[in-house]
């Protein structure tokens, strides 16, 4: 039998980033059932086989107890819900589901409540946004228990996140800074995710428009939804200055690629992003680019329909920044209404 016949068998792979800027790979090895996963030795190792009849033996009869955890994480992954998520979403989803099974696979759900989601959140602070991506999943795990009847109430409803202003927008000069100290492709993917307000996943896979186009298309990974932007006359002549990936190379046709003519890869954009950035002494994200690009939109008076056009975000979302911009807008007024009426030139 073939170690990719076992039933069970799953294999996660990790890297570390080296002093060196290289990566070192490593493979872990688990036993996965009913919601709860195993650690094993790596496949034609000795043990291996022991361990892994060992654990098949075990876990033959055995089943999580209806209500806790371990099963109701067996029953979401099972679901319509999940199943209709965009992929990113179910790997990144599963990863945390396996940790949720693992650490409190036997507790009962109902039992689940908000001072045990702060210690679950609190016991990964050193690394925030796996802290926050754990509380999301739970409280989506929770919204599924609510709906089929095995608890009330949502116990990470008002847990905090502790990545907050993670994905700030960028201020005006630390855009004007970063755009003039990047170099060519670093400053293209600055103005890519600008002028389309998309994802970091979605800005690597853009197509290079060809001379004579003026929009580009796009599916998003998270929601599925096919795009075509009008590309802004800026962002055509920022494209125009970069030459294509040449022809016959791994990133032809692509808009953004390395030295070595391969497609980015979204943590080799990311690690470029975090260099400049630490050269410019502060801490901004390619996310914080997409509330640019809706602030920007709705500062040019564009309706919520218009700026969803172009990001691909739910209305909801955009209304969140309208209003806020409405709000700078009529305290701005309110302000300069004041200052007249104390006789001050507003001029």
Known sequence: MGIVDLKYLECVRTRKRLADGTYRYYEHWYFRRNGRRHKLPPPNTPGFHERYQSLLRDTVCEGPLPG??????????ASPELAKAAPSTRANRDRY?????????????????????YKLRDRYAKTPGKADNLVATLSALCGFAI???VMRRNPCQGVERLADGEYEPWPAPVME??????????????QSHFYTGQRIGDVVRLRRPAPHDHTVQLVQQKTGKHLIIPLHRDFRAAIDRVPPAPSGSPAAGLLLYNR??????????????????????????????????????L??????????????????LVEYYAKRIDQLRMATSAISKWERADGHDTD
Not at 68 to 77: I, L, W
Not at 177 to 190: F, H, K, N, T
Request: net charge positive.
């Open 177 to 190: 800074r970063a755009l003039a100290d990047a170099g060519p492709m670093l400053r293209l993917a600055i």
């Open 68 to 77: 806790t955890v371990a099963a109701v994480v067996a029953e979401y992954r």
């Open 97 to 117: 589901l396996d940790l949720l099974a693992h650490d409190y696979g036997r507790q009962s759900m109902v039992r689940l409540d908000t001072p045990t989601v």
């Open 147 to 149: 709906k089929r009847g």
């Open 260 to 297: 070595a003519n391969k497609p980015f890869t979204k943590d080799a954009l990311r690690d470029r992003l975090r260099t400049l950035m630490n050269r410019l002494d502060t801490d901004y994200k390619f996310h914080g680019l997409r509330k640019n690009a809706v602030i920007a939109l």
């Open 299 to 316: 500062q040019a008076s564009c309706s919520v329909a218009e700026t969803a056009s172009i990001t691909g975000q739910t209305y909801e």
